[in-house]
């Protein structure tokens, strides 16, 4: 089984920033694609950036131009650079990554646990 351990969040000001860290174990194989998400409370959760294998990104208009989306494959971590936060940006974050496992190359779909981004005004 492929778990995600997410880690990064916290509370900064206005104009200030961080960095999510999404680290995947277990079997494997290959990363398709991987999105963050964010959900504020009474929101719907929503696709902030993604990349998939050949490198490509996309960004949600409201991010575009202040976070970036990279990944490590070597380590198979995901990374989540945040700049210039505006309150706006308020909520859960979440990694999801999809590939398959090694050896049986079984489909996955995983999630982080999510990390709690706070931009105070």
């Known amino acids: 089984q492929v778990q995600l351990v ?22 494997i194989g290959s990363i398709n694609v991987v999105g963050w998400y964010r959900q504020a409370p009474g929101k719907q959760r929503e696709l902030v950036a993604a990349i998939v294998s050949g490198g490509d990104t996309n960004y949600v208009d409201s991010v575009k131009g202040r976070f970036t989306i990279s990944r490590d494959s070597a380590k198979n971590t995901v990374y989540l ?29 995983s999630w982080g646990q999510g990390t709690q981004v706070t931009v105070s005004s």
């Open 81 to 109: 650079q945040m700049d210039a936060l505006k309150p706006e940006d308020t909520a859960v974050y979440y990694c999801n990554i999809q590939g398959h496992t090694k050896f049986l190359r079984r489909p996955f779909d």
């Open 6 to 27: 997410e880690s990064g969040g916290g509370l900064v000001q206005a104009g200030g920033s961080l960095r999510l860290s999404c680290a995947a174990s277990g079997s």
